[in-house]
Each structure stands twice: as structure tokens, then as C-alpha cells.
């Protein structure tokens, strides 16, 4: 199987996602927007995982790149292709799903927890979760929920925090793919975002929490798996 993933910022990588994806010994390349790598072609490719990054799905202005990147996604979903989206990657997802994305009334910096929604707790992708996990965000941006796409899980300070569409596009608004090195890396590159609010912790409130980062990853290689085997007819080439 090949996965092909974008990353927009040096310090937003695959982190643990990685791991799992050298245990399966699948392929893996990346487009590198940071460093103008070209595109590939969709149909090299069975799954396309697209990262966080501090710029908003709308910035195109100061970053031309995403409007070839969103027309990707949205080839790569026509296609039939599994689509992972997170953080930011979530927000592109639900954008070329027709969905709106906008500034959320909070900033969620840090550890806090989710709820799964009825409809979350009965996914074969999301069930495994306990009902209120708590885990890792930094996120400012929020979006509708797209069309025909059903809601996962929510959080006190953001309504839509997951989706999943036709089984197999799925936008997650958290990280359970963080690592203490990608958290430290956040803290450096993003100091400007840590301000006062009530759903924004301080580096030291992040690095109490860096004990949580096993299981997270856990979930994040359950979610993975679940997404592999619910996609077999796609992935098995």
C-alpha cells in the first residue's frame, strides 16, 4: 500500500503515524509545501494524510500552494482514495467538502478532553474511544459539518472536533499523533499563540500532561488500523 502525505510547516511531521506506517512496511513519500515540492499523481497513491499547520484553509494569498493543494484533496476524495485530515488538514478536507471554516469563538491549546457524539461511540472508527478522552490540541480555526458527513466527537470549546464521510474521509481536529519532541516543537514555533484563555495552558501544563503521549499514540495506530481494515477493497494492492 502507499501513503503520500502533505506537510505544510518543518515542525508539524507525521510523528507517531510514522511508526505504524514502517511496522506495516508500506510505502511512504510527502509533498513538502515548505520546501515547494511538486505534487504527485493521485493515482499513485491509496491513502493521503494531510497535516496541521499554523496558517488558515483560506490563506491562499500568502500561501498560493493551497489552492493546488485543496483541488488535490478534492481529486484524491472523487477518486476514491482514504483521506486523513488533521487539525488543519481537517479544516482543507471539510472546506472541499463544501463545509464553511472559520475563526472558533475559543483558541484550544493543550490538554483537554473530547465527547463522543452517539453517532462516535457506535463508529467502527471511533467506538474503541473511551466516551471523554482527553487529548493533545492547538487549534484557533472550527468548521461546519459537510454534508452527508457524520459527527464524531465534539469538546467543550469546539463543536466539530471529527468527522468521517463515505467511511473513508476523515477529519479529526486533535493530534493523537503527537510526539513530546512535536509538542516542545509547537511551544518554540507558535509561542505567539500561548495567551491568556480559558481553554489555553502554559508549556508547563503541556509538558505535565507529556505521560498521556503512549496512549494517544495507541489510539492514533487503533484509528489507523480500523481505517485500513474498513478500506480493504482500496488498500489491498
Same mark, same amino acid.
Given at each position: 500500500?502507499k501513503?503520500?502525505?502533505f506537510?505544510?510547516?518543518?515542525?508539524?511531521?507525521?510523528?507517531c503515524i510514522e511508526?505504524w506506517?514502517?511496522? @506495516?512496511r508500506?510505502?511512504l513519500?510527502a509533498t513538502?509545501?515548505?520546501e515547494?515540492d511538486p505534487?504527485?499523481e493521485?493515482d499513485?497513491?491509496?491513502?493521503l494524510?494531510?497535516?496541521g499547520?499554523?496558517m488558515?484553509?483560506s490563506?491562499?494569498?500568502?500561501?498560493?500552494?493551497l489552492?493546488k493543494?485543496k483541488?488535490?484533496i478534492?481529486?484524491?476524495?472523487?477518486?476514491?482514495?482514504?483521506?486523513l485530515?488533521i487539525?488543519l488538514?481537517?479544516?482543507?478536507?471539510?472546506?472541499?467538502?463544501?463545509?464553511?471554516?472559520y475563526? @472558533?469563538q475559543?483558541?484550544?491549546i493543550?490538554?483537554?478532553?473530547?465527547?463522543l457524539?452517539e453517532?462516535?461511540?457506535?463508529?467502527?472508527?471511533?467506538?474503541?474511544?473511551?466516551?471523554?478522552?482527553?487529548?493533545f490540541?492547538?487549534?484557533g480555526?472550527?468548521?461546519?459539518?459537510p454534508?452527508?458527513?457524520v459527527?464524531?466527537?465534539q469538546?467543550?470549546?469546539?463543536?466539530?472536533?471529527?468527522f468521517?464521510?463515505?467511511?473513508?474521509?476523515?477529519?479529526?481536529?486533535?493530534h493523537l499523533?503527537?510526539?513530546a519532541?512535536?509538542i516542545?516543537?509547537?511551544?518554540? @514555533?507558535c509561542?505567539?499563540?500561548?495567551?491568556?484563555g480559558?481553554?489555553?495552558?502554559?508549556p508547563?501544563?503541556?509538558?505535565?500532561?507529556?505521560?498521556?503521549?503512549?496512549?494517544? @499514540?495507541k489510539?492514533?495506530?487503533?484509528?489507523?488500523s480500523?481505517?485500513?481494515v474498513g478500506?480493504k477493497?482500496q488498500?489491498?494492492?
Amino acid at each position: 500500500m502507499k501513503i503520500h502525505y502533505f506537510q505544510h510547516v518543518p515542525f508539524e511531521g507525521l510523528g507517531c503515524i510514522e511508526d505504524w506506517v514502517n511496522a @506495516n512496511r508500506f510505502g511512504l513519500s510527502a509533498t513538502r509545501f515548505y520546501e515547494n515540492d511538486p505534487l504527485p499523481e493521485v493515482d499513485r497513491m491509496d491513502w493521503l494524510l494531510v497535516m496541521g499547520g499554523p496558517m488558515g484553509a483560506s490563506d491562499e494569498q500568502k500561501f498560493p500552494w493551497l489552492t493546488k493543494e485543496k483541488r488535490f484533496i478534492e481529486e484524491a476524495v472523487k477518486k476514491g482514495k482514504v483521506v486523513l485530515g488533521i487539525c488543519l488538514g481537517a479544516q482543507l478536507v471539510a472546506d472541499l467538502l463544501g463545509a464553511r471554516v472559520y475563526r @472558533n469563538q475559543f483558541k484550544e491549546i493543550g490538554w483537554f478532553p473530547i465527547e463522543l457524539t452517539e453517532a462516535g461511540q457506535g463508529s467502527p472508527l471511533f467506538g474503541f474511544l473511551p466516551g471523554r478522552p482527553t487529548v493533545f490540541h492547538w487549534h484557533g480555526d472550527t468548521f461546519d459539518l459537510p454534508r452527508e458527513a457524520v459527527h464524531l466527537a465534539q469538546s467543550e470549546a469546539c463543536l466539530h472536533q471529527a468527522f468521517v464521510y463515505d467511511g473513508r474521509v476523515v477529519g479529526v481536529q486533535f493530534h493523537l499523533e503527537t510526539t513530546a519532541a512535536g509538542i516542545a516543537a509547537l511551544v518554540e @514555533n507558535c509561542a505567539d499563540e500561548i495567551v491568556e484563555g480559558p481553554f489555553i495552558q502554559s508549556p508547563q501544563e503541556m509538558h505535565d500532561h507529556s505521560h498521556e503521549i503512549p496512549r494517544l @499514540n495507541k489510539w492514533m495506530e487503533e484509528l489507523l488500523s480500523r481505517l485500513l481494515v474498513g478500506n480493504k477493497e482500496q488498500t489491498a494492492r
